[in-house]
């Protein structure tokens, strides 16, 4: 099965969104704020836009 190199682009720009997953999941004194949620939301949106351009229409939601 072939594979898309493209993909290795994201890896770094997709390592800090693990913070959200660990470190911001429980409310406390590591809480994000505006400018960081605001980062990582364009992240995952051009994340997003990335994949998706890459899958056939009809699995596209």
Do not use: N
Request: no cysteine.
């Amino acid at each position: 099965m072939a594979t898309d190199d493209a993909f290795e682009t994201l890896r770094d720009m997709a390592e800090p969104l693990t913070l959200y997953a660990v470190a911001f999941r429980y409310p406390g004194p590591a809480e994000p704020s505006r400018e960081e949620v605001g980062e990582a939301l364009r992240v995952v949106k051009e994340i997003w836009d990335f994949v998706t351009a890459r899958l056939p229409d009809e699995v596209v939601p």
